[in-house]
């Protein structure tokens, strides 16, 4: 299957500080990358939806402006976390897809821990 | 709103048995279902991928199998080992201009040796 790589892999950071986290399709272009956040115990829960080159769009009671996504490129899509918040503390997993849809690619994920 | 549901919750198996974990939605207005693994701290591995025109996949010791109309899918895992234990998760897969997986919070799998 295609590869799909997250950096950083885990990240602290004290609250209020803004965090982004980089997704990478490595051998085919994603004209579509996800974003999930995963909480303890729970379901992945998606965030959001980029296509390259437009705006992302958010499932519902996602904040736009607290998470800010970026996909400039067929490879490449960021999420920005803005004055995160010890509730932010998540896992964090990215996906992508190419042209056809059939399947999406995963991350291996981001642990990120706001103290 | 698409809902999956995945029972159990957890189960704890010797090493050698048969199992099955269930997984049902309720829109079956489906594309595609899909089943994944998740070790602890890690990502998704994609385990099988069944389109919402099939009835079953299968791939080594793991067969899933797909009724759209009862809203069911199984994942049947022959001769478990310890190396299966981990968490399966069924993601459900809403095609058309709203593309999107709906995820189970999934099955905590232990295989004792």
């Known amino acids: 299957g295609a590869v799909v790589s997250q950096h950083p892999s885990r990240v602290i950071c004290k609250s209020g500080t803004s965090v982004k986290i980089e997704c990478r399709s490595l051998?085919?272009?994603?004209?579509?990358m996800f974003w999930y956040r995963q909480f303890p115990k729970k379901s992945l829960m998606l965030m959001a939806t980029?296509?390259?080159?437009?705006?992302?769009?958010?499932e519902q009671g996602v904040e736009k402006d607290k998470f800010l996504i970026n996909h400039a490129s067929l490879t490449l899509s960021t999420l920005t976390v803005t004055s995160a918040h010890p509730e932010d503390s998540s896992f964090y997993i990215c996906?992508?897809?190419?042209?056809?849809?059939?399947?999406?690619?995963f991350g291996p994920g981001t642990r990120l821990t706001v103290l | 709103k698409q809902e999956v549901t995945q029972i159990p919750a957890a189960l704890s198996v010797p090493e050698g048995e048969n199992l099955v974990l269930n997984c049902s939605f309720t829109d079956s207005a489906i594309y595609n279902l899909q089943w994944f693994r998740q070790d602890p701290g890690k990502g998704l591995t994609s385990l099988l991928l069944?389109?919402?025109?099939?009835r079953e996949q299968t791939s080594g010791r793991l067969n899933a199998s797909l009724d759209k109309s009862s809203g069911r899918s199984t994942l049947y895992i022959a001769a478990s080992q310890p190396g299966d234990s981990a968490t399966y998760l069924c993601?459900?897969?809403?095609?058309?201009?709203?593309?999107?997986?709906?995820f189970g919070k999934g099955t905590l799998l232990t295989v004792n040796p």
């Open positions: 051998d085919f272009q994603a004209t579509t």
């Open positions: 996906s992508g897809a190419g042209a056809r849809y059939n399947e999406q690619f």
């Open positions: 980029s296509n390259e080159g437009s705006k992302a769009t958010y």
């Open positions: 993601a459900v897969i809403s095609g058309g201009s709203n593309y999107k997986l709906t």
């Open positions: 069944i389109q919402s025109s099939q």
